[in-house]
């Protein structure tokens, strides 16, 4: 009957929620673990100076080695690490390894980086961030000067006046600050010149149908020429292709990051690109 059907196809929908339900559980469960455990590791993506052809920044990005699960990206599990709290060790730890990374590399003569560190908004309303990054770099020896935090549109429109205070207190250490997947979510242009901020990163789902749709060029250029009369370093991410860099060199895009050039690695193989003899732009 109809009836049973019904509860057949609710039982079904019941199992499949627990299972969801169990999944989760076990994923916080694990997550909670990983940190004490040791079980993430930071990539680097290299960051190309567009005039010289020279890596010299890296995008540190966080990967989980999860037992039994390999190695887990973090779309994943920031969301629920932000969710849970467990950002705010997690994010610590990242700060840290990117910091004493940065440190290691200057030391071994393959270059004074900059270090780009990705912030959620958790960790960026706490209270006590700037004291953190004071601690990081002091415990690694890594220049403020190197250090840029990347911190989304949304984060900072969602209090503005907080944020203003956090950023101008990183800031007024020398630390960088930019504005990750810009154009992607709403920003008031207002509070974009009232935050101390050093660069803007158009987002990758611009840069990538820039070469054959003329709405995501024209807004491409646009954020380019905004930055450019800002006196902001400008910087794509998400670059795939010759032509897409040919259009933000022609545009005068100051950085480029993205698959064309490296995907993101683990520190060794990350050394070897830095070792090697600085190559022009293809
Ligand atoms: P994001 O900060 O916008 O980082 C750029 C993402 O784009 C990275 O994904 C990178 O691997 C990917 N990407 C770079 N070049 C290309 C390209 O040419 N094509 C394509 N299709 N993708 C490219 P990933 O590593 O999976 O990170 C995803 C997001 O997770 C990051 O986006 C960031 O929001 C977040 N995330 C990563 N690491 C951390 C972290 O340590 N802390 C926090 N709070 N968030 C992080
Ligand atoms: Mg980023
Ligand atoms: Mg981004
Ligand atoms: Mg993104």
Not at 267 to 274: H, N, R, V
């Amino acid at each position: 009957s109809a009836k049973k059907l019904g509860g057949a196809q609710f039982q079904f929908y019941a199992q499949d929620m627990n299972l969801r339900t169990l999944d989760r559980l076990k994923l916080e469960a694990a997550l909670r673990h990983a940190v004490e455990r040791d079980e993430f590791e930071l990539h680097y993506q290299p960051q190309l100076d567009m005039a010289s052809g020279v890596i010299d920044g890296v995008e540190a990005l966080v990967r989980w080695r999860r037992p039994g699960h390999g190695l887990v990206p973090p779309a994943e599990f920031i969301p629920v690490a932000e969710e849970t709290g467990l950002i705010i060790p997690l994010g610590d730890w990242v700060l840290r390894a990117a910091c004493a990374q940065q440190a290691a590399w200057r030391d071994a003569g393959l270059g004074d980086l900059r270090m780009a560190v990705n912030l959620s908004a958790r960790q960026f309303k706490q209270q006590d961030l700037a004291q953190s990054v004071v601690q990081a770099l002091h415990d690694t020896g890594c220049a403020a000067g190197r250090l840029e935090l990347e911190i989304t549109e949304s984060v900072l429109m969602e209090h503005p006046d907080a944020a203003t205070l956090v950023m101008e207190q990183l800031s007024d250490m020398g630390v960088k600050l930019s504005i990750d997947d810009f154009g992607s979510g709403y920003s008031s242009l207002a509070y974009l010149k009232r935050f101390p901020i050093h660069s803007l990163k158009i987002d990758r789902s611009f840069v990538h149908d820039i070469s054959c749709d003329e709405d995501d060029a024209a807004i491409a250029s646009a954020i380019i020429a905004l930055a450019h009369s800002m006196k902001l370093n400008v910087i794509a991410e998400g670059v795939e292709t010759g032509q897409q860099l040919a259009f933000l060199r022609r545009e005068g895009c100051d950085h480029v990051q993205g698959y064309y050039f490296s995907r993101p690695l683990p520190a060794a193989e990350l050394a070897l690109l830095l070792a090697r003899p600085p190559g022009q732009l293809p």
